[in-house]
Structure formats: C-alpha cells, structure tokens
C-alpha cells in the first residue's frame, strides 16, 4: 500500500526559494509587470494599462528593434522630525513598472501616441496604410 507523501516543510522552502526567490530576483524586488488590455482595431492596435501612483513625466515609451518598451519609476523619500529637528523616521519609496511587447511589421511605430489619464496608460499603436486592407465582398 502506497502513502501519499505529503510535502513536508524543507520541501516547501526548497521550492520557494528555487522558484519564487528567483524569479522575483530575476524580475527585480520592485519591478512589476502591469496587465495589459490589447484590443485590434481597423485602423490600429489599442493598449491599456492599469498603473496608478504614476504621474506622466515618470513614464518612458520607446521603440527599439520591433519592440515597444514602457517603463515608469517613483523614488520619494519621507521623513519625520522631532522638536529638535533630529530625524526620528526615515522612508523610502520605490515603485516601477516595466513592460514590453512585440511589435509585427504591420505597426507604423513613428506614429504611436500614448497618454495617462486617470491611473489608466493608453497607448495607440497605428497599423501602416497598406496594411489597413478593406475587401468588398460582392453580392450574387
């Protein structure tokens, strides 16, 4: 009769820190990688992302080698102070994003335009003229 081996403690350590350790060292500590909602249009390709706390000069969009980039970073620093003036709390805060996508030979890059409304980045990515393809279909 078999047992069923149930994981013991050392086993749910081992895989913690063999995966989830890892891929967030590998990721960075305070990198996240927002969702994205990615809708096909006609005309273009329409790219939102869920990223509040942000204000629109912490963000980075930019093209390199078919991939489109978007990152943002915050530092801030707080502190509190006694009647003294001696530092009594000090902290730090450090938020980023960063995401990436795959662009296709379709996408006219010099024409993509984002904004950030709301805690909400849209992104427009354009299709090239030609690739916008309209096909009538005749009636017999």
Excluded: C, W
């Amino acid at each position: 009769m078999k047992r069923n081996q149930e994981p013991t403690i050392s086993d749910f350590v081992s895989q913690f820190f063999n995966n989830e350790l890892a891929n967030r060292m590998e990721d960075g500590f305070n990198v996240l990688r927002p969702k994205a909602n990615i809708k096909e249009n006609e005309k273009s390709y329409e790219i939102e992302m869920q990223v509040p706390g942000f204000d629109k000069k912490d963000f980075a969009i930019e093209v390199e080698d078919n991939t489109l980039k978007v990152s943002a970073k915050v530092e801030d620093k707080k502190e509190e102070k006694d009647k003294k003036g001696q530092i009594i709390h000090e902290e730090y805060i450090s938020k980023s994003i960063e995401r990436n996508f795959q662009l296709s030979n379709i996408v006219d890059s010099s024409k993509i335009a984002a904004k950030y409304k709301n805690g909400i980045l849209h992104i427009n990515v354009p299709k090239k003229e030609d690739a916008v393809v309209k096909k009538m279909i005749e009636i017999s």
